[in-house]
């Protein structure tokens, strides 16, 4: 099935009051995560729409899906996939009174930006963290090693240099400095 786009509301043909449920696929695109790359997988995800024309005209919409993103964990960079839960509305009313007045920024016309809607609550709807488990311990600063695989990785303090070469400093009895660094 090709993916969905645009969906025209008004030839839905729904009366006031009525309700309509849809399942439909809808690309996903790529998304640039702290100067990473990630995918949606799947790419085509199958999306649920509820549509609800309401009595006093406009639609009332809901969006829903679970999907996942594929990508380097945040802190060791291993290849993870974390889950993607999406539940967002939108209303679209037309009425006189502009303060009564709901204006989807997805509905156009007649014409309901299905992929812009999925794409947009997909990556407002990402973790903060892209992570391989919630406790991942990263990599070591030091050397790179995972710390998830050796959590005990330690390094021996290295000699500081500057205080190498404060030690050879030498001072006579009088406070002359004998030696410099
Ligand atoms: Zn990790
Ligand atoms: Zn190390």
């Known amino acids: 099935m090709e993916p969905t786009d645009l969906i025209d509301l008004s030839g839905l043909r729904m009366g006031p009051g009525e309700g309509r449920r849809l399942d439909l696929p809808v690309k996903l695109d790529a998304v640039r995560l702290s100067e990473q790359g990630y995918v949606p997988d799947p790419p085509t995800q199958e999306v649920r729409l509820d549509i609800s024309r309401m009595l006093g005209g406009g639609y009332a919409l809901q969006l829903r899906f679970d999907t996942s993103i594929h990508g380097p964990c945040m802190r060791c960079l291993a290849d993870t996939t974390s889950p993607v839960s999406v539940d967002v509305r939108e209303l679209e009313q037309k009425k006189r009174d502009p303060e009564e007045q709901f204006d989807s920024e997805y509905v156009a016309g007649d014409d309901l930006d299905l992929?812009?809607?999925?794409n947009d609550s997909f990556v407002f709807s990402l973790p903060v963290r892209v992570l391989c488990k919630e406790d991942c311990r990263g990599l070591c600063p030091e050397c790179g090693a995972h710390l998830n695989d050796d959590p005990d990785h330690t390094h021996d303090?290295?000699?500081?240099?500057?205080?190498?070469?404060?030690?050879?400093?030498?001072?006579?009895?009088d406070g002359?400095?004998?030696q410099g660094p």
């Open 176 to 178: 002359n400095l004998l």
């Open 157 to 173: 303090p290295k000699p500081d240099p500057r205080m190498s070469a404060l030690a050879s400093i030498r001072f006579d009895e």
């Open 115 to 118: 992929a812009r809607w999925t």
